[in-house]
């Protein structure tokens, strides 16, 4: 397999910082543990949970590795990337994901949901794990239809588990008054913060050793640069560090050394 000349010219096996990563691989850090700990009970509660942090922190992250973790023989996984598709959108989702065709009525579209959530705990032994990617951009009628659907036997259990991931923002519509009663379901709630200097030297190392570099490729003042213009959030700090590898590839350096990193900054922010 072809690779880029700068990821032949430091000797790596594969390029580092990338998306394509497998779960057992991902760096997961304290906060990363903790939100896959509220995770994993949520989804043996059959419990709601609300999991925000900023654009590029890493929440993706903490899903792929709870998910990585439960056995799919026990569990079944509906992970929603973009819920802007309404009310019926949502119920579609589940109907499909669940082996079934979607009737067209919507009211019987929404028996049809619950049945399905229902056999999949009843006959199939499963456990039904929701999972909504960019949550803040639920409507409040799709937030309203979670709390309906987490209705089963008067109230007394949820037919699945619900994770809704999103921005900050989240958390403050779930608070307003009127999602009050979908609010009070939520069983755990869990931010995730940027990186620190140290967690972000850390990431970086772990990254390159998966890319066959285990000696250390960034001097201690590009890390600081790296961290201080990524606001130690780590798809930036992704973008960062590659480009100050290709900046000190170019320049024939063994090392990336502060000035690639204030280069590679200089075009990352660049208007």
């Given at each position: 397999?072809?690779r ?25 850090r ?13 989804v ?9 942090g900023?654009?590029g922190?890493g ?26 598709f309404?009310?019926?959108?949502l119920?579609v ?19 049809q949901?619950?049945d ?18 960019e ?5 409040p ?15 007394s ?7 809704l ?8 519509q779930l ?8 609010d ?12 620190d200097?140290g967690e ?6 772990h990254?390159l ?6 000696e ?6 590009a ?10 959030l780590p798809?930036?700090?992704?973008n ?11 320049e024939?350096?063994d ?8 280069k590679?900054?200089?075009?990352l922010?660049?208007?």
């Amino acid at each position: 397999m072809s690779r880029a000349p700068w990821v032949t010219h430091f000797g790596l096996t594969r390029t580092p910082f990338g998306k394509s990563i497998a779960a057992k691989d991902l760096y997961l850090r304290q906060a990363h543990q903790e939100a896959v700990a509220r995770i994993s009970f949520c989804v043996v509660e059959s419990a709601l949970g609300v999991v925000t942090g900023d654009v590029g922190a890493g929440k993706t992250v903490s899903v792929r590795a709870a998910v990585s973790a439960l056995d799919p023989t026990r569990h079944q996984v509906i992970y929603i990337a973009n819920p802007a598709f309404g009310t019926r959108g949502l119920y579609v989702t589940i109907v499909r994901s669940l082996g079934a065709e979607p009737r067209y009525l919507k009211a019987e579209l929404m028996a049809q949901a619950a049945d399905l959530l229902a056999a999949e705990a009843a006959e199939r032994h499963r456990r039904v794990v929701l999972i909504v990617d960019e949550a803040h951009l639920l409507e409040p009628a799709q937030l309203e239809e979670l709390r309906l659907l987490t209705n089963s036997e008067m109230d007394s259990s949820s037919p699945f588990a619900g994770i809704l991931v999103g921005q900050p923002t989240l958390n403050r519509q779930l608070r307003m008054g009127l999602f009050a009663a979908l609010d009070q379901r939520i069983a755990t709630r869990f931010s995730i913060k940027a990186m620190d200097l140290g967690e972000s030297a850390a990431y970086l190392r772990h990254h390159l050793a998966l890319a066959g570099r285990e000696e250390p490729l960034f001097a201690d003042d590009a890390v600081a640069r790296i961290h201080r213009v990524s606001n130690g959030l780590p798809r930036a700090l992704n973008n960062a560090a590659t480009a100050a590898l290709i900046a000190a590839a170019a320049e024939n350096k063994d090392l990336v050394d502060d000035a690639c990193a204030k280069k590679a900054v200089a075009e990352l922010t660049r208007d």
